[in-house]
């Protein structure tokens, strides 16, 4: 019904910038809350960011806020994470994916998420 696809990974310096695009196709997203997260090696997918429907309100996991920003954009069908600053904590598989809900503010938990992304890699050296 819709699939998202990310892009725009790589290797980083620390203190370096990357910019993440999620592109949706198959349907418009314009009506539903979109949200981020990642996954490091050994870990378990966390929550990263969010961004409300009509893109009025953001929500960011602690561990990113005044780093990271999550923004849409409806011409393009596209949400974007562009991260700042980056930490090597901050390595892992980036993961896009849609709310399963219309109009919502943007939820933390993953299984209120119905569509995801197959992910790309962000690796930052020191």
């Known amino acids: 019904q819709v699939q998202l696809r990310e892009s725009g990974g790589g290797l980083v310096q620390v203190g370096g910038s990357l910019r993440l695009s999620c592109a949706a196709s198959g349907r418009s997203i314009s009506d539903y809350a979109m949200g981020w997260f990642r996954q490091a090696p050994g870990k378990e997918r966390e929550f990263v960011a969010t961004?409300?429907?009509?893109?009025?309100?953001?929500n960011y996991a602690d561990s990113v806020k005044g780093r990271f920003t999550i923004s849409r954009d409806n011409a393009k069908n596209t949400v974007y994470l562009q991260m700042n600053s980056l930490k090597p904590e901050d390595t892992a598989v980036y993961y896009c994916?849609?709310?399963?809900?219309?109009?919502?503010?943007?939820?933390?938990?993953?299984?209120?998420?119905?569509?995801w992304g197959q992910g790309t890699q962000v690796t930052v050296s020191s």
């Open positions: 961004i409300m429907w009509n893109g009025g309100r953001r």
């Open positions: 994916a849609k709310d399963t809900y219309m109009r919502r503010v943007g939820v933390y938990a993953q299984a209120e998420y119905d569509y």
